[in-house]
């Protein structure tokens, strides 16, 4: 299922990394799930319940700076 939240909701909305980068519906694996993902770091979050979880560690397993072996993106994120 698709993320369907408020517009005025996903403008102020942002990652919780130090870059606070915008988010993006879906995963990069799954672009219709019920996730949101930092256009910056990679990192993905749950949204249970209709609620968008923004918090680093309930960041998505396998997403994120430490998702690829590089070791992250060098982008402020870490």
């Not at 369907?4 to 980068?21: F, G, N, Y």
């Not at 949204?47 to 396998?62: N, R, S």
């Amino acid at each position: 299922m698709a993320v369907d939240l408020d517009a005025a909701l996903m403008e102020i909305l942002a990652c919780p990394c130090p870059a606070h980068a915008a988010l993006r519906s879906g995963t990069a694996a799954d672009p219709d799930a019920d996730a949101l993902t930092c256009t910056a770091c990679g990192r993905s979050f749950p949204i249970i319940d209709g609620i968008p979880v923004m918090l680093l560690h309930e960041a998505l397993p396998g997403t994120g700076p430490d998702a690829d072996s590089g070791g992250g993106s060098g982008q402020g994120c870490g």
